[in-house]
């Protein structure tokens, strides 16, 4: 199957021939090749990547989905002509880890119908609100899900999923996206008041804010977000989707707002679970941040643990119910992806993906 | 419009897919199914160097001296979707006046071959399968299929369909 390549230790990518050199900068002390493979590529199943003697190492160009740069690396446009023709787009993230972009190959499944039924539902403000009604629906159905699974494990949320569910039930009458958005703000607020009781002490959120965060919580969410941002939108190129026209946030929001949209689904799933379960297990700890001049910044050592365990997370295999057979997490995205097709050319209405276990 | 092998093909297979392939709508699958069919079909390129193509016409193998399309089967059992796909191909030689071919089903497995014709009454057929296409194609939605059929297991659309 194809992975992920997660780089973290800064170096250089190179194309050669059908596949990808990378080579890390000669000021980084040196490593055996054990360790580098360790450093270097997060994918936990990287015994794919063959290591050469030199320090070097060599990936197979079919067994890559995408990269994810978190570190400084330097490469060439004929990499990045390499990876259009293999469509492998390649997420960047800054030192501190900050999301800086994606470079998107040139789109290769385009459906012109599609596109046309896409914004056509984009126009129309009661198609539009019903997509996007979906998707609020879907992520307040995942996070009180969240909140029950802590609820029934000797921590006291009842008081929140109560507030929460009462909250989703004006969902189904919001006339405006904006009303929607509003919801959705509250819905959260609540949620996060439920972090302290499932972290105990360990965090405090004391508030949300965004760039830089303003506390370790803060920047851990963040982070784990845009991971979830970042995987939906390499699910998305894998679809005949457009990724700029979307239904809840507003296409412009960033670039590509549908993955956005679709993001709320998940991060529930794959974000926040993964920050309870690491923050409980003293897999992340208060030792694990850095405060900078106007933030906190999760170092890249937990960086790396948290982008361990996530690439974990998606490769887990799951029964699904209908299709009645295997999948991994990560495919629950595609199926999101191909659930939203068929709504958009008049086949199946669309309903969100709910956590089913 | 034109109708190419593969259309034509879905037509007798599935009404659904065809219209999805035809609207440009894709789906891949993630089990190991389909990674073993596309290794078997990029194996099958041995063939390949023979094959010729044309406005989405796709043919295993054509024998130019003496006016034969080939097909190579893999297992004995001809599906009509292939036997028609076969006698499209003839029908659209000789609408473009390529030549009359005709056809021959080789199973290399089996050491066997079948001779194909094109018959006035097929003729018929076609051109009444084409314009049945053209129908299905322009639909604006989807076909409707219940539900899973033994065929879908195999499909690449099963996940899109069936999720
Ligand atoms: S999965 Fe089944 S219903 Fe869907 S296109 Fe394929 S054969 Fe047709």
Known sequence: MKRMYYIFTPGKLKRKENTVFYVPFKNVEPQDDENLQNEVLLSVDSDMAESL????IVLPVQDIDSFY???????????LDFCSANKIPIHFFNYYGFYSGTYYPKEYLLSGSLLVNQVKHYSSISKRLEIARKFIEGAAFNLSKNLKY???????????????EGLAMDIPSATSIEQLMGIEGNIRKVYYTGFEEILGKEFELISRKYNPP?????ALISFSNMMVYTTVLSEIYRTQLNPTISFLHEPGDRRFSLALDIAEIFKPLFADRLIF????????????????????YLKDTARKAFVQEYDE???TTIKHRKLQKEISYRRIIRLECYKLIKHLIGDTEYEPFKIWW | MHITGTQLNYFFVCKRKLWLFANHIQCEQESDLVLQGKIMHENSYSYEKKEYEFEGIKVDWLDLNNKVIHEVKKSDKV?????????????????????EFTGEINYPKLRKKEQVMLTDDDVVYIEKIIDEIE???????APKVEKPMKICKKCSYNDLCWV
Not at chain 1, 69 to 79: L, Q
Not at chain 2, 135 to 141: A, E, I, Q, S
């Open chain 1, 53 to 56: 003697p030199t320090n070097k």
């Open chain 1, 69 to 79: 740069i978190m570190t400084e690396a330097s490469f060439n446009t004929k990499f």
């Open chain 1, 150 to 164: 802590y609820n029934t494990r000797n921590k006291d949320l009842q008081a929140q999923i109560d507030t929460m």
């Open chain 1, 214 to 218: 303003s506390n370790p919580l803060n």
């Open chain 1, 277 to 296: 379960k690491m923050i409980n297990n003293r897999q992340i700890q208060t030792k694990d941040f850095e405060s900078r001049l106007n933030g906190y």
């Open chain 1, 313 to 315: 997370k998606l490769k």
């Open chain 2, 79 to 99: 599906e009509e979707a292939h036997l028609w796909q076969l006698k499209y191909y003839l029908y659209y030689f000789r609408k473009n006046n390529i030549g």
């Open chain 2, 135 to 141: 129908v299905v194609k322009n639909l604006p939605f």
